[in-house]
């Protein structure tokens, strides 16, 4: 059902790979509520992915970016703000971790691989942002959103400097944010959302584990990609003009629980 919530909102989706992925679902929500948007990801995904039929499925132009390099992002946001003027939205969806596909542990990390992972992880989200600060490329009350998991918080073996990548991303959001907030009343927000088996999720040894530990133990069960698209709407809209700076739990409950009745029997006696 189509509530309207993004009529006449224009925006940036970063991170579209194909129909598992997080952005794609936040990208067709958007579409179906009103919303005109720029699709981009970087070029080498967009090789491997299927990001032109939901252009075509949203009308929507594809502009290849890598979020790493402040030479495409302001190609990609001259493009938006020469077909739209300023934007209403944006959302960086984006992650990955050499270190992660390579099977590198935590305790022999090779570091120029780090720091690939950490400038594509979450430095690209400061360079959005500055990018758009630049330009002068938000309205007033905008949203920012980047998708994020609560391996920031607590450990959760496998996900490797990817936790740290997140913490770094959640830093950016508050710090930028505030900036944000004062110059225009633009708000930054962190979705902390459930283990979701997107394709770069699923590239985490154990994450089918993390799945299935957190279905047992969140209340409500996990929040899907399709769950996650709906909560993204609701910050993209009018009705969420005062949440700024937040690191925002989208998990079903799983964040505020310490252990299930449904895990505890498993070690009942």
């Known amino acids: 059902m189509s509530y309207g919530l993004l009529k006449g909102k224009k925006g940036i989706i970063f991170g579209a790979l194909d129909s598992n992925s997080i952005a794609w679902k936040v990208a067709e929500r958007a579409y179906e509520e ?13 090789r491997m992915g299927e990001l032109n039929a939901l252009a075509e499925k949203t009308g929507s132009d594809v502009i290849p970016a890598d979020a790493t390099s402040m030479e495409d992002l302001g190609k990609l946001f001259d493009h938006a703000l020469a ?7 944006i959302l960086h969806s984006i992650g990955m971790s050499v270190n992660v ?14 720091t ?27 949203s920012i959103l980047a998708l994020t998991y609560i391996a920031a918080q607590r450990i959760f073996p496998g996900y490797n400097d990817m936790a740290d990548n997140k913490a770094y991303l959640e830093s ?6 505030y900036e944000w907030g004062l110059r225009n009343k633009v708000r930054v927000n962190t979705i902390s959302q459930s283990p979701t088996p997107t394709t770069a999720g699923q ?32 910050l993209f809209s009018d009705l969420t003009k005062k949440v700024t700076l937040q690191n925002l739990y989208h998990d079903g409950g799983f964040s505020n629980v310490g252990v299930s009745d449904k895990v505890m029997k498993r070690y009942e006696k």
């Open 34 to 46: 009103g919303a005109e948007f720029v699709l981009t990801n970087a070029p080498v995904a967009l």
């Open 116 to 142: 690939k992972g950490w400038d594509i992880s979450a430095v690209s989200f400061h360079k959005v942002m500055k990018t758009a600060w630049d330009k002068d490329a938000m309205k007033e009350w905008g």
């Open 203 to 234: 590239g985490v040894k154990g994450f089918g584990g993390f799945i299935e530990f957190a279905e047992d133990v969140a209340p409500l069960g996990n929040a899907t990609a399709d769950d996650c698209a709906g909560y993204c709407i609701t």
């Open 83 to 89: 077909k739209f003027g300023k934007l209403d939205f």
């Open 101 to 114: 596909r390579k099977g590198k542990v935590y305790t022999d990390l090779n570091y120029d691989w780090l």
């Open 172 to 177: 950016i959001a508050r710090s930028f944010g």
